[in-house]
C-alpha cells in the first residue's frame, strides 16, 4: 500500500515518486543515529579520467546475498544487512512491493561530500531497475536531468525521513546527482536499496 502523502514527479520517461515523511521525525532522528555510530563507514578511491580520487563521500555496502557491486572503478562486498536496515527494508518492500536484496549507504559529511551525474544503469541492476532512496539527517537538492533533451531538468529537496523511489525507463532517460555546495551542511546519510542480480 502506498503511503497517502505520494508524490509523482511529472517528468517524461521516468516514474519516480516521492514520499516527503516516509518516516516521522523521531524514527529519522533514531536511525540516523544507529546508522552513523554501526555502519562500517569507509572511503574508497574513484578513477575519473585516468586521474585518481577519494571518493567525495563515505560509503558501505549490505546485502543478503554475497554478489558484490561495482561502479566508477570501485568493487564492494557487501556486509551482513543489520537489525535497523532490515526494519527500514521491510518499511520499504510493503510500499514498492518488491524485495530489495542490497543497500548502497551513503553518509555526506557536510556540503563539499557530493556524488557526480550518474544513472543507475550498472549491469547488476538489470534493465529498469528499482531504486529506492532514503534520506536520513540533513537536506539536499537532487537534481536530475535528461540525457538528451537539455531544457528538462528536475530539482528536488529531499527532506529527513523521505523516501524517493525510481522505476522503469528513469535509468535509461535520466542523470541525477547530490551538488557539492558552500552553504554550511550537518550529515546526511543516504540508503539506496536496490536488487543486484
Known amino acids: 500500500m502506498f503511503p497517502s502523502n505520494e508524490i509523482k514527479l511529472n517528468l517524461p520517461q521516468a516514474e519516480i515518486i516521492y514520499y516527503p515523511s516516509f518516516f516521522n521525525l523521531i524514527e529519522a532522528k533514531y536511525y540516523y543515529n544507529l546508522l552513523l555510530t554501526n555502519t562500517p563507514w569507509k572511503q574508497d578511491n574513484i578513477k575519473i579520467f585516468g586521474k585518481t580520487y577519494k571518493q567525495p563521500r563515505l560509503t558501505a555496502l549490505f546485502g543478503d546475498n554475497k554478489k ?3 561502479y566508477s572503478n570501485i568493487i564492494m562486498h557487501p556486509h551482513i544487512f543489520t537489525s ?6 521491510t518499511k520499504i518492500e510493503k510500499t514498492c512491493e518488491i524485495k530489495f536484496t542490497s543497500c548502497l549507504a551513503n553518509l555526506y559529511r557536510n556540503g563539499q561530500d557530493s556524488n557526480g551525474w550518474h544513472a543507475d544503469n550498472e549491469k547488476e541492476l538489470g534493465k529498469n531497475p528499482i531504486i529506492a532512496s532514503v534520506t536520513f539527517g540533513e537536506e539536499r537538492f537532487f537534481h536530475l536531468k535528461h540525457r538528451t533533451d537539455k531544457s528538462l531538468r528536475q530539482k528536488l529537496l529531499l527532506q529527513n525521513g523521505s523516501l524517493l523511489i525510481m522505476k522503469g525507463e528513469t535509468q535509461q532517460h535520466w542523470l541525477h546527482q547530490i551538488a557539492k555546495t558552500k552553504k554550511q551542511k550537518e550529515p546526511r546519510i543516504n540508503l539506496t536499496f536496490r536488487i543486484i542480480r
Open 68 to 70: 558484490p557491486y561495482s
Open 84 to 89: 535497523e536496515l532490515c526494519e527500514i527494508k
